[in-house]
């Protein structure tokens, strides 16, 4: 069925390596369509560790995709698709852990979920209607992570590099960029204006045709 004959919610995954620039681009996409778009993260569906020690979450290797809740996130994709509202966990990345309070959201006509694993879950790829890869070399990802978890995760220049080297890298190059075939679009070099223009002209386009 063509996506204009519909009238469930239209979904649209971006996925692509760690800091090549998909939370950028899901968020400029999402300033320019406004209410009629609900902003996932798939980062939000991190397995709970509050069972562990912090010795054995340091350890935890959050680049495989058994890392995150999968299931629960397509559990909710369907709910929101079906027309209900979900509760999205609240994950806090210092302590590992989920808050005990999810965030409540509503359906809206356009919902676009991000993360990095997005595609290399098959029940998840299939889920979303569009699928756009955010590609960008290695040095600037890198460059990129050590920024953000430095100022937004409070973590360490040591294990950050110790991380990218022992699991971010490796499971790169086995789930992550395999899984850019799936993609509908592929926008190089991180997020940028044409790509923006291209995207949101598609999804007001799809909007119009649904009425």
């Known amino acids: 069925m063509a996506l204009s004959e519909h009238k469930s919610p239209v979904v649209i995954g971006i996925a692509g390596g760690s800091g ?26 991190y397995k709970d560790l509050a069972h562990q020690t912090s010795a054995e979450r340091a350890k935890a290797n ?13 559990k909710h994709l369907l709910l929101l698709k079906s027309g209900g509202s979900i ?11 989920r808050r005990k309070q999810p965030r409540r959201v509503a ?16 029940e998840l790829a299939t889920a979303c209607d569009i699928k756009i890869f955010v590609d960008a070399e290695p040095d600037l ?10 100022v937004e995760r409070s973590r360490s220049v040591d294990a950050i590099i ?18 850019k075939r799936v993609a509908d679009i592929i926008v190089p070099n991180g ?15 799809l909007l119009h045709s649904r009425g």
Do not use: C
């Not at 990802?141 to 978890?149: I, K, V």
């Open 191 to 205: 997020m940028n204006p044409v790509a923006v223009e291209m995207v949101v002209a598609r999804l007001e386009s």
């Open 141 to 150: 990802r890198f460059s990129r992570r050590l920024r953000r978890d430095i």
């Open 87 to 97: 509760d999205v966990p609240v994950y806090d990345f210092a302590t590992h852990t």
């Open 62 to 74: 959050f680049d495989h995709p058994d890392s995150l809740d999968a299931a629960l996130l397509q």
């Open 20 to 45: 090549s620039g998909k939370t950028t681009l899901a968020r400029a996409i999402a300033k320019r369509l406004g209410k009629q778009l609900l902003h996932l993260e798939f980062d939000s569906y």
């Open 107 to 122: 359906p809206a006509p356009l919902i676009l979920v991000e993360g990095i694993l997005l595609f290399s879950v098959p």
């Open 162 to 179: 110790g991380q990218w080297e022992e699991t971010v890298k490796p499971m790169h190059d086995k789930y992550v960029q395999p899984s």
